[in-house]
């Protein structure tokens, strides 16, 4: 199972950003796919995951400015980001787990996409 983001760049303080992830490859079911992102010097934080079942976990730092999308039958999730601040500034992962062709359990990350934000 391969996992790809899109989106990331730079923005003012207060500017938006949309990231895009696909996943594919031998995919049975998703079971979650959402967002982690590590800023320099820190460990990898929780931004936003919806299940297939339609729940949703979001980082406390990102409530009320993030929204996760569905996840939508071609596998893919869409992190809306408003309200940036600077010290949203960090490497965005995708993470998407489930079970793959054969039944197996799996948990894929993509390469990370940079957002930056700065005035």
């Known amino acids: 199972v391969q996992t790809v983001e899109s989106g990331g760049g730079s923005v003012q303080p207060g500017g938006s950003l949309t990231l895009s992830c696909a996943a594919s490859g031998n995919i049975f079911n998703i079971i979650g796919m959402g967002w982690y992102r590590q800023a320099p010097g820190k460990e990898r934080e929780l931004v936003a995951m919806?299940?297939?079942?339609?729940?949703?976990n979001y980082g406390d730092s990102v409530k009320d400015r993030f929204t996760i999308s569905r996840i939508n039958a071609d596998n893919t999730v869409y992190l809306q980001m408003n309200g940036l601040k600077p010290e949203d500034t960090a490497v965005y992962y995708c993470n998407t787990r489930g079970y793959d062709s054969d039944r197996k359990t799996y948990d894929s990350w993509g390469q990370g996409t940079r957002v930056t934000v700065s005035a």
């Open positions: 919806r299940n297939r079942g339609g729940g949703t």
